[in-house]
């Protein structure tokens, strides 16, 4: 099945409307009961689905869409994570063959290891930037707990996601658009 | 044969393209200062909104919650009585909130009678979605005179400095984070450091000489050097002294006086210049 742009333009402004919807969730609505540290970063899963599920040459250009979004919730800004968004890309690409989301339990693990790929970037790129490699430990420690909650809910963000592109959760790498 | 095909082709154009954009946008990004563009300025003020809504809601539901939900299962023949008690203790606890809030402010405005600069009382609406960065977003802007740059404190203490501003939010950069660092001075002894963000609401106390003699319960200042936050604002105390075998300097601990995990409300200090541009 191939997507229409007209069609690619309504998932895309869904899935920008749901990730709206859970960075308030994690920037107001999380810390207003308390919950300050280990911050759910939702967005990595986005990226994460679409670098595993769909198979469109204009993937890095969403990536791009959605971390510009991102970057209105946080000083981290658009290109970090656009950055490990394409490494993320790459990775998917070469492991394509071996990915096969077909159980929930599957689809945890999966994620979770393109978080750790996504983490370790981005902490990189952090450090880099500040010249300080004495907090790589601790800024990698503050995304894990996190992840893993993240991993754990995964299944249920792809599920809804994978409504949003309308593809068959049976395909692995997706369809073409 | 064939070993790319056009479609692998558009892929490693478009890989190669974003990839470009983002090494380029990292290479012009500071975690100290940050000028919005138009698009990001666009996005907070349609969205802060909502954040704002919500911190306001949360009082009125748990206030619902509390006073009426709680009660649905009183008998009926109680039921007309138990509403009557239900609105009035709404009402003494919406009164006891108000109380509360006015009893906060006044602290945090009598604080700030000390201090010279002209201040903005600000309401925190969010905090920054991701984990290395400890900002938060206050529902005050450029429209009411705050600039980059400009201190925030609460009547506990320093908050951190307005990293980015848009015409009516801004983003404070707080002591917390590990990209904001305070130079200070230990009020009892005089000596200077630099505060820096950890994890877990503490701080860091760095370049301090292993010499100096720094004690646990120290109270630490702003020491007003740096342009940023003006002289004598409590910061935090020192928590924790590792005294290594090894090295120059002090490994000191520091809680920050602010309770950030309880932070509502804050002053954002204007200075002249910047009230004058903002006319």
Known sequence: ?177 | MKLINESSKTKIVNNFIVGILAIYGISQKSFQLDDPTLFEKIVTEVISPVQEGIVASKQSITSLWDNYLLIVNTSKENEILHKQISRLERDISSMEEIRKENLRLKKLLNYSDELTHHKVLAQVVGWDSANEFKVIRVNKGTRHGIRVMSSVITDQGLVGYVYRVTPNYADVLTILDQNNRVDVLVERTRTHGIVEGLFNFKCALKYVMRNEPVEVGDKLLTAGVGGIYPKGIKVGMVKDIARENFGMTLNIEVVPSVEFDKLEEVLVLVTQDEEEVSN
């Open chain 1, 1 to 177: 099945m191939n997507m229409k742009l007209s069609q690619m333009m309504i998932a895309l402004f869904m899935t920008i409307a749901l990730l709206i919807g859970l960075e308030i969730v994690t920037a107001t609505i999380l810390p207003l009961f308390g919950w300050h540290e280990y911050r759910l970063i939702f967005h990595v899963l986005f990226i994460i689905f679409l670098a595993i599920r769909l198979d469109t040459p204009l993937v890095p250009w969403l990536v791009l869409i959605l971390q510009v979004i991102h970057s209105a919730f946080s000083v981290e800004g658009w290109a970090i994570g656009t950055f490990a968004g394409i490494i993320i890309l790459l990775s998917a690409n070469y492991l394509k063959e071996i990915l096969h989301l077909t159980t929930a339990f599957m689809t945890m693990i999966t994620v979770q290891l393109f978080q750790v790929i996504w983490f370790v970037t981005v902490t990189c790129i952090i450090c880099l930037k500040i010249s300080d490699f004495s907090k790589f430990g601790m800024v990698l420690w503050s995304f894990v707990p996190g992840s893993f909650v993240l991993s754990f809910i995964s299944p249920l963000l792809f599920w809804s996601l994978e409504r949003i592109w309308r593809e068959s959760s049976e395909s692995t790498r997706g369809v073409g658009i």
